[in-house]
């Protein structure tokens, strides 16, 4: 079977209109661009990070075809179609936007009337129909100095991720590619003449565009900024907690659990929160009003090769210690991949930042918005402090940071809360008690 689909390109001289008809049947099936649907969550661009098929295989419908990063999470996307792979149209780490194509399948068995109702449509609607599928369908000679007739300019989508990073009109950028095509070479070109050569003049500065991760990290951290938080810090003495963990992390590790110090300190927020539950909350600025959320969704700002990300485990008042500690060791597998997916990431109600794996001691912790309230922790460190009759004794202590969204929380509650927190991780008996 051989696919004999020929287009004639007829203009009409009084307008600028122009329609395409099919001279011949398809006997083969269609080739149609599988575009990349709306994932939610505002997301507009991803980056491919894996492909699960190449040019020439056989796909069914919901197989795997690859992995995308959007700033917020990875995601899965699966086929809608039976057919053959004809196209990829992203390389790895190349930026997908979301309404164009990202692999053009050839269905299984397609009547050519299908195409000739699509040809029509777009026809009539030439505006709704993304800029991939005109260059599927537009016969090369259409294509007039870098812009087809419907006034776009020819690029790949490499080139066009490199202009929407740095916010480049593409019809700003001078083509030197075939048919006035915009080339890699054109844009960098182009960039470098609009930094001026800065890159040279700062000898070794390089300019590098933000991304994925760090893109949510920028959105979230600005919308901080309108936030007013109240921040009260403690020390807590986790001598006993440090014996405690010291006791069960051996024979849990047999079982392939890690058990850290976080287990217990996101226990003690869910403990301390079903007392305080103003604090489990997500606050609605447009109505002014506070969602108490019965889930303790707790999130955990997680260090990853691609920076911060925030996912969160689910449910944690139903949890124990050791299902906690499960929970946060699937995460961090996933993080170390940069491959959680935006069920671990969205969904979070109170937030846990533990920075003493790296170091510190206090902090300022920035609150993620919808949510009220966050904590950090610093590095545990043995001092010395005054025991019984004036003794000085060697504790172990652990510095813990607050901060509350001012405008819905006072400090009183915080100030209560912590000290909830603060009972339970230095008496870890209790906590595991819930008492
Ligand atoms: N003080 C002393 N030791 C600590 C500690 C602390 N505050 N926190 C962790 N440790 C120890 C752990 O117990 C573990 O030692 P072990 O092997 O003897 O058990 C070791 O440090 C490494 O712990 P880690 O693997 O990092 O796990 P964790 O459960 O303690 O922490 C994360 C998990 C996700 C919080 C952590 O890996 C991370 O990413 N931290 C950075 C968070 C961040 O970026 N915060 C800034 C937000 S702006």
């Known amino acids: 079977m051989h696919r004999a689909a020929r287009y004639a390109f007829l203009q009409s001289t009084s307008t600028k209109s122009c329609r395409f008809l099919i001279l011949s049947s398809f006997r083969q099936g269609k080739i149609v661009p599988y575009k990349l649907t709306d994932i939610g969550e505002g997301i507009r661009e991803v980056t491919v990070k894996e492909w699960f098929v190449k040019p020439g295989d056989k796909v069914s ?35 997908a936007l979301v309404g164009n194509p990202l692999v053009d399948i050839e269905l299984e068995e397609q009547l050519d009337n299908e195409i000739s109702q699509e040809e029509n449509a777009q026809e009539r609607h030439p505006q709704e129909k993304p800029e991939m599928d005109r260059a599927s369908i537009f016969p090369k000679d259409v294509v007039m100095s870098g812009e087809n007739l419907l006034g776009k ?44 050569n800065a890159e040279e003049e700062k000898d070794s500065g390089k300019v590098a565009p933000v991304k994925e991760y760090a893109k949510h990290m920028w959105k979230t951290m600005t919308k901080a900024l309108s936030i007013p938080h109240f921040t009260y810090s403690d020390d807590c003495d986790v001598t006993k907690l440090m014996l405690f963990r010291e006791e069960i992390k051996g024979a849990l590790k047999r079982e392939g659990i890690s058990l850290t110090y976080m287990p217990f300190f996101v226990k003690a927020a869910s403990n301390a929160l079903e007392k305080f539950p103003h604090l489990n909350a997500w606050l609605d600025e447009e109505s002014q009003s506070v969602k108490m959320v019965e889930q303790h969704n707790i999130s955990i700002a997680m260090d990853t090769p691609e920076g911060l990300v925030v996912p969160n485990i689910k449910n944690v008042q139903n949890l124990s210690i050791v299902e ?17 997916p935006l069920s671990d990431i969205t969904g979070g109600t109170f937030c846990l930042s533990n920075i003493g794996t790296i170091g510190g001691t206090y902090m300022k912790p920035v609150i993620l918005s919808p949510q009220v309230a966050i904590g950090a922790v ?58």
Not at 80 to 91: A, E, Q, S
Not at 167 to 180: A, W
Not at 324 to 340: D, W
């Open 378 to 435: 610093g590095k545990i460190q043995k001092l010395p402090r005054f025991g019984e009759r004036d003794s000085v004794i060697a504790v172990n202590l652990l510095s813990v940071s607050w901060s509350a969204d001012h405008r819905v929380v006072d400090g009183v509650t915080v100030a209560k809360f912590s000290n909830k927190w603060k009972h339970y991780v230095e008496n870890p008996l209790l906590l595991a008690l819930g008492i």
């Open 153 to 196: 300019v020819l690029a790949t989508p490499a080139v066009r991720r490199i202009a929407l990073e740095n916010n480049i009109n593409l019809k700003d950028v001078t083509p030197t590619g075939r048919d006035g095509r915009v080339l890699k070479e054109d844009i960098l070109a182009h960039l470098k003449g609009r930094f001026g």
């Open 61 to 95: 419908q919901f197989d795997n075809i690859c992995e995308v990063q959007s700033d917020k999470a990875s995601v899965t996307i699966t086929s809608r179609y039976d057919g053959l792979v004809k196209v990829l149209h992203y390389k790895i780490d190349d930026v």
């Open 324 to 340: 906690i500690a499960r929970e946060l060791n699937r995460l961090q597998q996933l993080g170390k991949k940069c491959s959680l």
